[in-house]
């Protein structure tokens, strides 16, 4: 087996062959009980429930993407766009930040973050991306 070194850490890994997975208990705190590959099977409420359980758990984890957090809330996202305030609210508990109008909620923190700005026809949803 192969291992990969980080020097920065000292950690050292094996590194799995595609065929393989890894399964380190860090990942396990940001593991969705709904597979990401079939969030559109699931209802609103249920996912964002989800969410909020995820956030709570405050996994490092959930700061990479591609990872559960980030996918249930990019899917939220979507199912949200055009949705009132409360509806947001509801779904997705209280927002992180409020920047005037608009409803903040961070997926790593303040430089990415899914924000929904209100309008007459309903609250629109656009992602933030510092590209750090």
Not at 56 to 78: I, M, P, W
Request: overall charge positive; glycine content about 6%.
């Amino acid at each position: 087996m192969k291992y990969l070194f980080l020097l920065a850490g000292c950690l050292v890994l094996p590194f799995a062959s595609p065929a393989q997975t890894i399964d380190l208990p860090a990942q396990d705190c940001c593991r969705s009980k709904y597979p990401r590959n079939h969030l559109d099977a699931f209802p609103t409420a249920a996912l964002g429930q989800e969410y909020r359980r995820l956030k709570r758990a405050k996994c490092a984890t959930c700061n990479f993407y591609g990872s559960d957090f980030f996918q249930l809330l990019k899917v939220l996202g979507v199912r949200l766009n055009a949705a009132s305030v409360a509806d947001i609210k509801r779904v997705l508990g209280p927002p992180d930040a409020v920047k005037g109008p608009v409803l903040v909620y961070y997926w790593r923190g303040e430089h990415d973050y899914l924000r929904f700005t209100p309008t007459a026809a309903g609250a629109v949803s656009s992602w933030y991306y510092a590209l750090e």
